[in-house]
């Protein structure tokens, strides 16, 4: 009976020691994390009366093309053509692209939508700024059915080429430039 009460007292022990590592891993920073919009600027803050529907991470590329200024007569600048990105899920899978003119984010699913942008924020000199967009209506349902919103956070490079001139020499030329941001999809709650 001793043997069975120390067996018992063991298992005990041993249950007490893995829910006790359970709850301590829980309470580590990042684990279970959900996504939250308090430390960006507050323009690019979606509304209250919305939820996070969906947090993909984008990688891949933004086209410049060297063109004129707009308004300014024999001066040239590298000018924002498109993305080509892949969209994937916190895991790593890959769930849609985003690609463009227009700006469209495409589910796997087949579901898409275009947007408006309301705001941007500056994030960091050598990546895009923050952006904050309201969605059109879907085309397809799917994904992408019912998002109000998508945030662009998270930014990792992307600006125009600083290194590479663009002038009348070299007018009408396209390059790419390597990013990667996280956009965060929005729906009414």
Not at 18 to 30: D, E, H, R, T, V
Not at 60 to 89: H, S
């Given at each position: 009976m001793r043997h069975l009460t120390a067996s018992r007292t063991?298992?005990?022990?041993?249950?007490?020691?893995?829910?006790?590592?359970?709850?301590?891993?829980?309470?580590?920073?990042?684990?279970?994390?959900?996504?939250?919009?308090?430390?960006?600027?507050?323009?690019?803050?979606?509304?209250?009366?919305?939820?996070?529907?969906?947090?993909?991470?984008?990688?891949?590329?933004?086209?410049?093309?060297?063109?004129?200024?707009?308004?300014?007569?024999?001066?040239?600048?590298?000018?924002?053509?498109?993305?080509?990105?892949?969209?994937?899920?916190?895991?790593?899978?890959?769930?849609?692209?985003?690609?463009?003119?227009?700006?469209t984010w495409e589910s796997s699913d087949g579901s898409k939508l275009t947007a408006t942008q309301l705001a941007i924020a500056p994030s960091s000199p050598t990546s895009l700024p923050y952006q904050l967009v309201k969605a059109n209506p879907a085309m397809g349902s799917g994904a992408m059915s019912g998002v109000t919103y998508i945030q662009r956070v998270a930014l990792t490079g992307g600006v125009a080429p600083a290194a590479m001139p663009c002038s009348a020499m070299n007018k009408g030329q396209k390059t790419t430039v390597p990013y990667q941001a996280d956009y965060i999809f929005w729906k009414a709650s």
């Open positions: 063991l298992a005990l022990c041993g249950t007490v020691s893995a829910a006790a590592l359970l709850a301590a891993c829980g309470a580590m920073p990042g684990a279970n994390k959900t996504f939250s919009q308090a430390t960006l600027p507050a323009s690019i803050q979606v509304p209250s009366g919305n939820r996070v529907a969906m947090e993909t991470v984008g990688k891949g590329e933004i086209l410049y093309e060297c063109r004129d200024k707009a308004n300014m007569p024999g001066q040239m600048e590298w000018t924002f053509v498109g993305p080509d990105a892949r969209l994937m899920d916190r895991s790593g899978k890959q769930v849609g692209r985003y690609y463009g003119p227009p700006a």
